[in-house]
Nanobody
């Protein structure tokens, strides 16, 4: 079964940190671009960060300097390290993978999606 599974979400206080993981099964992530997305209650899902198959990264302005995306192809896993968390970071976080144009960072055309992990930041 081809799937992505996120983990690492939870409840954290203002200024805290979390590391999200995204593990693929049934396929090899190495050739894929990987994106992290989030959806806050009542809002649409939006891209947060992406990493190409050759390790180039992109971040939306609201998370620059606080979030770090990485990948470990040997573990078939991608990560999103989130520091200095704010209440506005509260959302369900999803990872997704795209094979086509895997060397380019953009937030559409994803082939596989995880089911999400919830991040709640309390003030």
């Amino acid at each position: 079964q081809l799937q992505l599974v996120e983990s690492g979400g939870g409840l954290v206080q203002l200024g805290g940190s979390l590391r999200l993981s995204c593990t693929a099964s049934g396929f090899t992530l190495g050739a894929y671009a990987i994106g992290w997305f989030r959806q806050a209650p009542g809002k649409e899902r939006k891209g947060v960060s992406c990493i190409t198959n050759d390790g180039r990264t992109n971040y939306v302005d609201s998370v620059k300097g606080r979030f770090t995306i990485s990948r470990d192809n040997a573990k078939n896993t991608a990560y999103l390290e989130m520091n200095n968390l704010k209440p506005e970071d509260t959302a369900a976080y999803y990872c997704a993978a795209r094979r086509r144009f895997g060397d380019v960072c953009y937030y559409s055309g994803m082939d596989y999606w995880g089911k999400g992990t919830l991040v709640t930041v309390s003030s």
